[in-house]
């Protein structure tokens, strides 16, 4: 099943996590059908974040804003308060392009956060505890021919090793249930 790896500055994160911010806003949205799990990467931003997935959550949603002239009303977006914004921040932000307010439901915190290896975005599967991925589902596995010698991955291997600038997809991983 896929998912999605989300990155948050630091400042988002602690709001996430005290269960004041529940709408993350964004200028796209995963063309997945709702409900979908959604893991959280704190960004480093400057030292003062993890660089960790310390948690998930289940969007079961998207608000649609979209700024268009003069007089911009709350009314246009009512997932404003959930997101921690002012008008103000989502309209520069906007920069008069439609925005998405992703609802957070069902949010889990990790006890001990996991680091941006253990997710892979075409299932890496690896082989006897290798960085050898034995997926053999996946349509970037290219077995050696040769019984000694491990397959290779087209993609030059799926685990992710660099936070993605907004949001990607990811395997949803089979131990977070």
């Not at 596995?141 to 397959?151: A, K, V």
Request: aromatic share 12%; net charge neutral; hydrophobic share 30%.
């Amino acid at each position: 099943m896929k998912a999605v790896l989300i990155s948050i500055k630091p400042k988002w994160c602690d709001l996430i996590r005290r269960g004041r911010k529940t709408v993350e806003v964004r200028k796209t949205c995963p063309k997945l059908e709702v409900p979908f799990k959604v893991y959280i990467y704190e960004t480093m931003d400057g030292g003062r974040g993890s660089g960790l997935v310390f948690g998930e959550f289940v969007c079961i949603g998207f608000d649609v804003f979209r700024p268009i002239g003069k007089g911009i009303s709350i009314k246009r977006f009512p997932a404003l308060y959930e997101s921690c914004l002012t008008l103000d921040e989502i309209v520069k932000y906007a920069q008069g392009e439609p925005v998405y307010g992703w609802q957070i439901s069902q949010l889990k915190l990790y006890e001990e956060p996991l680091k941006l290896e253990d997710f892979s975005r075409h299932g890496f599967c690896g082989m006897n505890g290798t960085g050898v991925c034995g997926n053999a589902d996946c349509e970037n596995y290219q077995p050696s021919g040769n019984y000694m010698e491990p397959p290779t991955c087209a993609v030059n291997g799926c685990t992710l090793y660099e936070a993605p600038q907004s949001w990607c997809y990811v395997e949803e991983r089979r131990d977070s249930e």
